[in-house]
T-cell receptor
Framework: ETGVTQSPTHLIKTRGQQVTLRCSSQ?????VSWYQQALGQGPQFIFQ???????GRGNFPPRFSGLQFPNYSSELNVNALELDDSALYLC????????????FGPGTRLTVT | GENVEQHPSTLSVQEGDSAVIKCTYS??????FPWYKQELGKRPQLIID?????GEKKDQRIAVTLNKTAKHFSLHITETQPEDSAVYFC???????????????FGQGTTLQVKP
């Protein structure tokens, strides 16, 4: 298995609440990308961080935000949770922003009730 | 907009047969095409990738071909085994532009079932 880790594994939240998901990138990787994977679908790109700065964003509203820290770990924050936010949230790290050799973490399963 | 179409959505083959999964991308500036395998309840795993400057790449029983003119790429698995059963995703990295902000766009996935 690769070195990308995520926490927590599972999370249950109520509509309107806020959530923070965490990701530790593989050693030597400076780029972290976040994806939302709904059941039966492919991962949807949320945004990417390269050396602590947002370096690209998908079609997600501003209530999805993130951070990358000096050690290249990252957080995904989602405000004002909606039922449709229920999904598997995957982070992936790569050696650089070219995204070649991108490895995924195990994901956080978020359920919004 | 940027899009990757993947076919078929499900594929069932007998052990030992070959399996082919096809993807088409819309962004002609796309230049990197990875394939991921996702087993039930597990993370997607990178199994093979190809850059736009080559037409084919092989790794044991797995091969990927790329036709840039047609904006089409395919995954070929030979001598399939039951452990190949999983969901396979193709992806294309969109054109990066001057700010180098390319992103991976994934297909919808193909559920491969290999029958013993």
């Amino acid at each position: 298995e690769t070195g990308v880790t995520q926490s927590p594994t599972h999370l249950i939240k109520t509509r309107g609440q806020q959530v923070t998901l965490r990701c530790s990138s593989q050693s030597g990787h400076n780029t972290v990308s976040w994806y939302q994977q709904a059941l039966g679908q492919g991962p949807q790109f949320i945004f990417q961080y390269y050396r602590e700065e947002e370096n690209g964003r998908g079609n997600f509203p501003p209530r999805f935000s993130g951070l990358q820290f000096p050690n290249y770990s990252s957080e995904l924050n989602v405000n004002a949770l909606e039922l449709d936010d229920s999904a598997l949230y995957l982070c992936a790290s790569s050696p650089d922003r070219n995204l070649r050799g991108q490895y995924f973490g195990p994901g956080t399963r978020l359920t919004v009730t | 907009g940027e899009n990757v179409e993947q076919h078929p959505s499900t594929l069932s083959v007998q052990e030992g047969d070959s399996a082919v999964i096809k993807c088409t991308y819309s962004d002609s500036a796309s230049n990197y095409f990875p394939w991921y395998k996702q087993e039930l309840g597990k993370r997607p795993q990178l199994i093979i990738d190809i850059r736009s400057n080559v037409g084919e790449k092989k790794d044991q029983r797995i091969a990927v071909t790329l036709n840039k003119t047609a904006k089409h790429f395919s995954l070929h698995i030979t001598e399939t085994q039951p452990e190949d059963s999983a969901v396979y995703f193709c992806a294309a990295r969109t054109g990066q532009g001057s700010s180098n902000t390319g992103k991976l766009i994934f297909g919808q996935g193909t559920t491969l079932q290999v029958k013993p």
